[in-house]
């Protein structure tokens, strides 16, 4: 027992220099962000705004500032930027718990195995490590997220409609009658993380665990934004009343930028209070802190509690298991709003081809309850041409946001392999379902874990 304790100081002193290394790289590659979690925010902002080509011919007759104003522009890009903000904070980090459980015979003083499959990669099993057993992990998963709510991400697919300033202050855009004209903005995501998580699981009591996960982020953001004039209402005017600087009816829009550091921190406990030859239940709780800086993406700016009740069946080559929970949130930050709350749910299976080699896959499904999330809608514009009574009006599809429950869906399937001792080698893909939320198609997950 001494050896173990002594190995276990070794790690964790290991562990939590490394932490201290990477918290001081967290810092310096924050300041150099300026804050990725504005970056969306800075389109059409007053700092940034769209200013069109003078009137060179007739400066009386300049509407080089007249599509500054984008508050319609400006609430989707933010209820974008919060989903994102939202959903990169609070991804699952997968399960702290032992790929190898024990119990302890007292009649001869050693550990019996109590299952014969290596556990889960993301979800939880009731069984628990065994007292004074200590187990480190480490996962690495890389992201390309492809869709935000149906909508592909790099390709165009969100459009935004800025609309001309109300110059005469009548409370339309009939007249004067170039306030009719749009411009329409096309946006493009490019989001990439990186996310390595550490583990560590102790086995406080013969049936009660204690585990940590510290994840470490890297995130890569650039968005690009097409904008095109649509001359809606100066279609037919001898000269072009709205062109952006050098002539042209296009222009496109840029801003990029990467941070990386500590993500929010997940202490967990887990107790193991009924344990049958084919059945077991446990309780769980998971405290995630606020620990990562929320003004660059790698934090929710929020405290969450989340609570679980884990079913296992047989311990045997195929074990099957269902859990069922829910999070309580608290706070937020300016970019991720105040984080809802979550009912959680998850079942799967663990199967044992080899002794050396389990098979798993589980299904994860997160409800954020009385939630803000963003949609595609159609809105009308209203516009009057030059020299012409009549009243114009076109559809165009635009971001715009609704609230309720969001249902959040994924499916886990992965590979442990015990090559030697108690080490165990982890490959895994997560699968999105669905069209809703902030999914990567495909995330790929690589790790190891060993048990001493």
Known sequence: MKGVRMRLARVLGGVSACLAVLLASSSASAQDT?????????????????????????????????????????????????????????????????????????????????????????????????????????????????????????????????????????DSNLDLWFEGDLIRADLSVDLKTDTTVLFANYGVGERFDLGVAVPIQKVDLSATILTTVEPLATSGDANVVHQFEGGGQTNTYLESGSASGIGDVVVRGKLNFLRKDTFAMAATADLRLPTGKEEDLLGSGATQVKALLVLGGSPGRFSPRASVGYTFSSGGSDFTGDLPNEVNYSAGFDLVPHPRVTLTADYVGRTLLDTQFLVEERRTFRYRPRNDPDIHSVDRTTLGSDSGSLNLSLASVGLKINPAGRLLLIGNVLIAIGSNGLQDTVTPIVGLDYTF
């Open 34 to 170: 300026g804050g990725l979690a504005g970056l969306l925010l800075r389109f059409f902002s007053p700092q940034n705004p769209v200013v069109l080509q003078g009137n060179q011919a007739n400066p009386a007759f300049s509407h080089g500032a007249h599509f500054v104003s984008q508050p319609n522009a400006q609430q989707a890009l933010r209820q974008l930027n919060q989903g994102i903000a939202t959903q990169l904070s609070t991804f699952p980090l997968g399960t702290s718990s032992a790929g190898f459980t024990f119990t302890f015979d007292e009649t001869l003083g050693v550990y019996n195995r109590t299952t014969e499959s290596f556990g889960p990669i993301l979800t939880e099993r009731p069984l628990t490590a065994g007292k004074g057993k200590f187990s480190f992990g480490v996962n690495y998963q890389h992201a390309t997220w492809d869709r935000f709510q149906g909508q592909e991400l790099r390709e165009n697919d969100m459009q935004l409609y800025l609309t001309h300033e109300d110059t005469n202050m009548d």
